[in-house]
């Protein structure tokens, strides 16, 4: 199972950033540059809550599918930190927040037919081991050499590291068991231990592993205890998933809650509705749940998936401690004719759900009571309405569990649009109050004040069931004093009709003396509004996706818009593109098709496994693993997973250099190859071969010498791989022009608004009131440009994935972008005389391909200031062509 693209997105963020701190070894700064390459220039600046370690967050909202995020991320993550460091372990540490999560996730993580297990074998290639605590205190399965060959993942809970009791004390204890990771001669004050504990304690083993460490609903971890929990394990890089970040969360990707809509992940909006007593909730619930079963097996008929809707009965929280006020709940919907294996009551302390599937389609259960007791952790796609059984004088709080009822089943879109949505019924005098406790709960589970829709049908108090000179009852049916709080319910109000009644959901109109006319009329006036709201949040939900900034972001933009003066021009002008031919298959196919072309597509043919390898490293410059100093007084420099151990280096390459030529050779290609990373589209057994014939040519003091500076020849391995690559795209592209599969179509457009990372200073004739910033030669450049007679105007474009790009050989995004008053378009490239211009006699020869099949409206140019290569222009004359436009 792929990830959605939403989910993609919070990995692609997690991989920029990673790359961005590669690139800025600072953690504040790279933070801050970030989110400036995204155009957020309000971003809170980074706190620095494990001093040293990367420490970042993904909000994402509830039935987002935090875990399997995770579980992709940590691909993402190790990748960058072997690259560094191959013979690192692989140790992840999974917290969690209770024990019902630590369960689930164990369970979830180790069933081979799951979802996140089959992801992270095909991620790992099936060399995966799952731990829990007791797994790792008792030595079972795991030793030195399991985590360095194999993904290690051991699930924790908080408490469990807080050692607040005898058993959670034992990771601090002498351990036997963990004998194999304590390597001969080891001084006693390397700054992986905690002194005060012995080398062979279990936390002592996990902070010389320096963890991976997720922390799952990482809202629960924010505590100063928690805090040191997390410093204890030594981790060199922490991830937190939450739909509720802390103030002190460095966030790096957001996930809007349009998205979960938009991927049928959640039952929105949530259906708000108000009744004038306690009876008609229950009698409403009932009749409702009822008419969504008789839909969903409609639906079934019609091919679609086995739903079984579950109602929950919240019942009043002060009776939480009598156990049998529950049962005698559970008595009464028995009397309303409801099978009893039908009912389930979870409080604190009764669990009739334990051991069951309540997806299942042999599980009975329709209805469960609960208080708060289904908190995080648990979750039902069934569970379709939420009933409050609360005090009419009470504010409804649903704040705990209405997130448990928002998942949607199947993660599909169900064919009637009732099964899209969930509902939340209530007996509420203080209305408003209960509303702003859905809002709570929505804000809880990461969706916002937008996602609820209301129905009000209470009638006034004196009309209500506790109206004067009435006797009232509780649910177990004993009298009760009327006072203004009181726990009041009549089940004599409920009738019992409501079994039969609802089965047809298409009959005519009820007499209105029917006794449960009112409920029906009202559970009719739900649907019809449910449906309309539904329609209308799909659509909502639906404009959505063209946004890519979500709205906490909106405030914090670098946003600039166009000028009103140049906006109609600039909005009718469409930049050509290449496109290529394709084959649409099936009965209608078209051999005509157009679609976007990619550089990938020229590669897939590639062989570099039988391409030229003779490389010179001759000229290799001395260069170990950086070891970045941290600056005095600022703890933010030089993060952790970007420091050489040198120790360990030398002792595997020790190791290695001990074994045959077939060895050295096979344990050198491996770390080559690790190092080099992915290179898609070229496959890894491609990259395999080819390093292991270039590692096979190398003499044996070439290979001590590899193992020593491997970095530097991994640099001229991928300078040759480009080289070879590009060479191939080269030819592959023009071919494909040559016989037309590949063409040019208008293509790109402008934006109404754009948010670069930085603003450059006003220049006249810009598009937009402010664009991006510039190099001193490019704005040398274009403010000479600017000044021309013959231009209307200019544009800096934007980097990669936000503005135009030539899409050929290579992927070009040129500097600028300049109309002139004559409506030719010209492309322009900058190159300064003192840059490395390695690529720009590509760029060159792809801009004037693009020039000779755009059209005579579009021209492009390469501009430097002095020393122009065949076929760009020196700045002077450049000027003198750009004013005859």
Known sequence: MEPKPYQQSVIDDLATYLATLEKTPHLAKSFKTYWAEKGVTGMDAYKNNVPGVPHVCAKVP??????????????????????????????????VPSLTIL???????????????????????GRVAIYEKRDMLLGAGFSADA????????????????????????????????ASFLAAGESQDDDWRLPEYDASALINVIRRLKPVVIVDESHNAETSLSVEMLVNLNPHFILDLTATPKNNSNIISYVDAMALKRYHMVKLPVIVANQASRGEVIESALILRRQLEEIA????KKGGKYIRPIVLFQAQPRIGDDNTTYEKIKEKLVELHIPAEQIKIKTASINELKGIDLMSRDCPVRYIITVNALKEGWDCPFAYVLASLADKSSAVDVEQILGRVLRMPHVQQHGHDLLNLSYVFTASSRFMD?????????NRAGFSDNDYRTLDTAVPANESETAKGQAVFDLAGTQIEQTQDAYVFDTSAVSHEWSTVAINTTSAPLDASSPIAESMAFVEAVKAQAIVENKEFEAKAEAAADSVVPAELEDKMNKHKLKEIFRDDALALKLPQFFIRVQTGGWFSDDNALQLFERDELLKDFRLSQADGNISFEDVAAEMYRVDLEELGDRNYAPKPFKANIAERERFNSIILTGSHDSQVRNLTARLVQLIGNLYPITDPELKKYVQRIVEALAPEQIRDCLERDVAYV????????????????????DLLDVDKILVQPQFSFSVTIAPSANAPALPKSLYVTEASMGTFEGRVINDIANLESVQWWHRNLSRGKGFRINGFLNHYPDFILKMKSGKTVVLETKGDDRDNTDSELKLKLGKLWESKAGASFKYMMVFDNNPIEGAERLSDALKKLAQF
């Not at 689930?104 to 095909?122: A, C, G, I």
């Not at 209960?434 to 929505?442: D, F, G, P």
């Not at 040759?720 to 030819?731: F, G, S, V, Y």
């Open 715 to 734: 640099r001229k391995i991928k300078q040759k791989i480009t080289t070879l690559a590009n060479a191939h795209a080269t030819k592959e592209f023009n």
């Open 434 to 442: 209960t509303i702003q406790s859905v809002v709570r709960a929505l």
């Open 297 to 300: 097996i409609s639906e079934e």
């Open 62 to 95: 509830t039935a987002g599918g935090k875990t399997y995020i995770a579980v992709n991320a940590i691909k993402t993550i190790l990748d960058v930190f072997t690259a560094h460091s191959p013979e690192r372990a692989k140790l992840v540490v999974w917290l």
């Open 147 to 178: 985590v360095r060959e194999q993904l290690s993942i051991v699930v924790m809970s908080f408490d469990s590291l807080r050692a607040r009791n005898k058993e959670d004390r034992k990771i601090f204890q002498d351990n036997g068991y963990l």
């Open 103 to 125: 369960e689930q996730t164990v369970k979830n993580l180790s069933d081979p037919d799951h979802p996140y297990r089959k992801r992270l074998n095909q991620l790992f290639k």
